[in-house]
């Protein structure tokens, strides 16, 4: 079974530019995650979707972040314009259901410089 | 509002030794359920354990059990006869399972080092 795959590894940009990232779940999953991991803490969750729907979002900055699932399968999450604090590791994960077991995509290193 | 209480930022533990990593949560929700995961160096989240809200017996998955005491809302992990690839962050996470409640929240992490 394909995991979750996630785009790009690694990247670097300046202050105000903006980034984007992209994650393809598992087949057949319904439930998708986008968390953000800064260095030394947990993951914190950004936005949750079922199938095409959001679930929550409530801690997502609106203002310069934006995610979406079309066709309730790949996703993008964008950051517009960014700033150093966005440095982090954007996690992807994805589930079955919304009750079942969160499987992970290897992650994306955003480097804000 | 879901929260997860990891207080224990760092552990250490000599190999073959059994360890304890503590969870304490907090949910107005009736039916959840709660998830170990272990996170080496390299990154990736790697899926150890889950015990649901209403399950009577603790769940154990090989070397990994969750110590799971309702009234006290802790859902501690166990790990026996640590090894020293068992040297990684530890993070626990919930989940309710009713309609609007569903999103999967994590705690801060324990970073367990195994000694030889």
């Not at chain 2, 160096?41 to 009577?56: K, N």
């Not at chain 2, 017996?57 to 640590?82: C, D, H, P």
Request: charged share 20%.
């Amino acid at each position: 079974e394909a995991g979750v795959a996630q785009s790009p590894r690694y990247k670097i940009i300046e202050k105000r530019q903006s980034v984007a990232f992209w994650c393809n779940p598992i087949s057949g999953h319904a439930t998708l995650y986008w968390y953000q991991q800064i260095l030394g803490q947990g993951p914190k969750l950004l936005i949750q979707f079922q199938n095409n729907g959001v679930v929550d979002d409530s801690q997502l900055p609106k203002d310069r972040f934006s995610a979406e699932r079309l066709k309730g399968v790949d996703s993008t999450l964008k950051i517009q314009p960014a700033k150093l604090e966005d440095s982090a590791v954007y996690l992807c994960a994805s589930s079955l259901a919304a009750s079942g077991r969160a499987f992970f995509g290897q992650g994306t290193r955003l480097t804000v410089v | 509002a879901q929260k997860i209480t990891q207080t224990q930022p760092g552990m250490f533990v000599q190999e073959k030794e059994a360890v304890t990593l503590d969870c304490t949560y907090d949910t107005s929700d009736q039916s959840y359920g709660l998830f170990w995961y272990k996170q080496p160096s390299s990154g990736e989240m790697i899926f150890l354990i889950y015990q649901g809200s209403y399950d009577e017996q603790n769940a154990t998955e090989g070397r990994y059990s969750l110590n799971f005491q309702k009234a006290r809302k802790s859902a501690n992990l166990v790990i026996s006869a640590s090894q020293l690839g068992d040297s990684a962050m530890y993070f626990c996470a919930m989940r309710g399972l009713s309609q609007g409640a569903q999103k999967l929240v994590f705690g801060q992490g324990t970073r367990l080092t195994i000694n030889p």
